[in-house]
């Protein structure tokens, strides 16, 4: 069974950067799609980004498609990272990281077997 542990989250002013990752435990993530949701209070479970198990796809959710953020992986590592640009007070939320078993990529959250305990993202105005 994957164990996923986010961690890299935090306080930051709008405009600010952080970088999340995600550590997995137990078998490799190698062959697993990756993503990355968030929730803000009061809020549904949104998906942020996905990534194919080599890294050759990505997709991404409509409010980052600027370039915002960027999802990446290694899998040496059994590491999956979001590097977050130009954040601001809309990105707050509890972040978290998700394994899919079987598929490229994945966009819903129940396409996703596995899930990480999240982390706390604060950006401040």
């Known amino acids: 069974q994957v164990q996923l542990v986010e961690s890299g989250g935090g306080l930051v002013q709008a405009g600010g950067s952080l970088r999340l990752s995600c550590g997995a435990s137990?078998?490799?993530?190698?062959?697993?799609?990756m993503g990355w949701f968030r929730q803000a209070p009061g809020k549904k479970r949104e998906f942020v980004a996905t990534v194919s198990w080599n890294g050759g796809t990505t997709r991404y959710a409509d409010f980052v498609k600027s370039g915002r953020f960027t999802i990446s992986r290694d899998n040496a590592k059994n590491t999956v990272y979001l590097q977050m640009n130009s954040l601001n007070s809309e990105d707050t939320a509890v972040y978290y990281c998700a394994a899919a078993r079987g598929l490229l990529y994945a966009t819903e959250a129940p396409q996703y077997q596995y899930w990480g305990q999240g982390t706390q993202v604060t950006v401040s105005s």
């Open positions: 137990g078998p490799s993530i190698s062959n697993y799609a």
